[in-house]
């Protein structure tokens, strides 16, 4: 790899979004696990919130959109099966 300054700034950068990406993916992971595991009535008021952070997620390009309305999607029928 060159060490010319814009490959180095590029290396930065890169770095710098990797950690950024890596806390809201585990941030949205969490809160999808601990949804997975409550009860109905806590589900279903924590529902509304939790489509709001993959949304966030989403929209800041970490993960696509059609993985988000999976994820959505998926949420909805556990919820709907509970």
Sequence with gaps: MSAKGSVLK??????KSNIRNRYY????????????TMEKKEAETS???????IDQVSSKGIIHK???????????LHLNNK
């Design 10 to 15: 590029r290396v930065r950068q890169s770095r």
């Design 25 to 36: 993916k585990s941030k949205m992971n969490t809160a999808i696990k601990k949804f997975i």
């Design 47 to 53: 529902f509304p919130e939790i489509i709001k952070l």
């Design 66 to 76: 059609n993985k988000a309305n999976n994820k959505k999607s998926k949420l909805a």
